[in-house]
């Protein structure tokens, strides 16, 4: 006896976002991740996919300002919220200052976990505008770079520091 199985459908909801400024209500299952959402739904493919589970930051995002991995947060729990990626900081051709500072410095190699930390650069500096080096690694914790381009990319942070600095002086 052969016995078939019709799939299961899961549920949708209609969820609303605001992503890079932009206003998002899409229909979808709720417990989908970000990550899935961005790329898939959105076609946001600057945040990657790298470990599945929190742990190497290749899929950070800003929440509300806030450091996040896309890859383990439920798209329902960011309903409402500001979503910031990668292809949300620049204008134009002018790269964001932390963007550039990774250029400056030379902080990256292959390149794949650059969008995850450029984002969490950005939050670690919005709680803490002039870090020291134990902040910086502290506040970088998290993201995980194969190529162990870490000297570069804490140029990187230190230069972001210091333009945003000189910005906020004029």
Known sequence: MVYH???RMAATASIKLRVN?????LSTEPDRS???VLREDLTLTGTKYGCGEGACGACSVLIDGQRVFSCSTPVSQVAGKSITTIEGLSSGDTLHPVQQAFLDAGAFQCGY???GMILTTIALLGGKPSPTDDEICTGMNG???RC???ANIKDAVKRAAAAASVGAAR
Do not use: F
């Not at 400024?21 to 209500?25: A, G, S």
């Open 5 to 7: 199985i019709a799939p």
């Open 21 to 25: 400024e932009r206003d998002v209500e």
């Open 34 to 36: 970000l990550l899935e």
């Open 113 to 115: 976990c650059t969008p």
């Open 143 to 145: 993201n995980l770079c």
């Open 148 to 150: 162990c381009g870490y």
